[in-house]
């Protein structure tokens, strides 16, 4: 093995490390959301998250001097997903206190065959015949976690679709500011715009709070900066293509956290449902991979 494709190997290798760190953390914070999801608003969830978010960033501006860092080349845009990324946020957490953490999260993993037909749509990039009738096989076995109509399955399951599809957009927006802004100027964007919508929704649904809530909410901000860090840096090490199969370790992870802590676990439609949405969600990125070498090829 030759010392250049050794070092690819290790930062693929780191790649997925912490690409797989940042899904565990983000479960964690998942799992402390539908602790609290239930008994306090979620315009206050989000309020002191982002908070909380809030003091980490700075922590960051301040160890690395990025004093730059809310100077944006597209601040109107930097501010629409960053209000579509707070809007999905609210809607998933506020199913957490209805829905089970590993199926919101099954349910959740239709965002990325959304992504490929709204790519298609919004960023105008080819998609075939193939990855359409994935899309389309993904969308089933969406139908068959949800199981719409037979009363199986809690009505706020829609709302994590609802979530899936409005962060959607955000990773849409999030694709079109990273040609002009860099990471941080993003993060510190979605962290401001929380905090702004979230303080002015705050002195409406106020309640008193025990202090174990106001740590698990903190908690859950502190968590989510570390996480931000951790896939940013795993994109940073290794290609999308690699990094983007390791998104759905996200469900077997969700499965472990929801069971240990809820003693919840998916039921076998569920289940199904869940292989079909990664399955095509799998031969999406396969697709990609293919269709990418082609275009290597010609060019």
């Known amino acids: 093995m030759s010392l250049p494709t050794a070092a690819a190997h290790a930062h693929a290798m780191r790649g997925i490390f912490y690409m797989l760190l940042g899904i565990v953390i983000f479960s964690i914070m998942d799992g402390l959301a539908k602790e609290v999801s239930d008994k306090y608003p979620t315009a206050m969830i989000l309020w002191v998250r982002n908070l909380a978010q809030a003091a980490f960033v700075l922590g960051v501006v301040l160890r690395f001097r990025r004093f730059r860092v809310g100077r944006s080349?597209?601040?109107?845009?930097?501010?629409?997903?960053?209000?579509?990324?707070?809007?999905?946020?609210?809607?998933?957490?506020?199913?957490?206190?209805?829905?089970?953490?590993?199926?919101?999260?099954?349910?959740?993993?239709?965002?990325?065959?959304?992504?490929?037909?709204?790519?298609?749509?919004?960023?105008?990039?080819?998609?075939?015949?193939?990855?359409?009738s994935a899309v389309a096989v993904g969308c089933v076995g969406a139908l068959i976690m949800i199981r719409p109509g037979l009363g199986v399955v809690h009505w706020a399951a829609t709302l994590v679709i609802a979530a899936a599809f409005i962060n959607?957009?955000?990773?849409?927006?999030?694709?079109?500011?990273?040609?002009?802004?860099?990471?941080?100027?993003?993060?510190?964007?979605?962290?401001?715009?929380?905090?702004?919508?979230?303080?002015?929704?705050?002195?409406?649904?106020?309640?008193?709070?025990?202090?174990?809530?106001?740590?698990?909410?903190?908690?859950?901000?502190l968590l989510g900066g570390c996480a931000h860090l951790a896939t940013n840096k795993a994109f940073a090490d290794a290609p999308a293509s690699i990094l983007a199969p390791m998104s759905y370790a996200a469900i077997p992870i969700a499965a472990v956290v929801g069971y240990i802590w809820f003693h919840q676990f998916p039921d076998r439609w569920t289940i199904a449902g869940a292989?079909?949405?990664?399955?095509?969600?799998?031969?999406?990125?396969?697709?990609?991979?293919?269709r990418r070498r082609e275009r290597e090829a010609a060019a």
């Not at 962290?191 to 903190?218: E, H, K, Q, R």
């Not at 799998?282 to 293919?290: A, C, K, Q, S, T």
């Open 73 to 132: 080349k597209r601040p109107g845009l930097q501010i629409g997903r960053s209000v579509c990324n707070l809007a999905q946020a609210f809607l998933f957490i506020f199913a957490l206190g209805m829905v089970p953490l590993a199926d919101a999260v099954a349910i959740g993993m239709t965002g990325p065959l959304m992504l490929t037909a709204m790519s298609a749509l919004f960023l105008g990039e080819q998609v075939g015949v193939r990855r359409w």
């Open 168 to 221: 959607v957009l955000s990773q849409i927006g999030t694709r079109m500011v990273s040609e002009y802004d860099d990471i941080l100027t993003t993060l510190f964007y979605t962290t401001v715009t929380g905090v702004v919508i979230t303080t002015a929704m705050v002195p409406f649904v106020w309640v008193a709070m025990p202090w174990d809530a106001w740590a698990m909410m903190i908690a859950m901000g």
């Open 275 to 290: 292989v079909i949405v990664v399955g095509s969600g799998l031969y999406v990125i396969y697709r990609e991979r293919v």
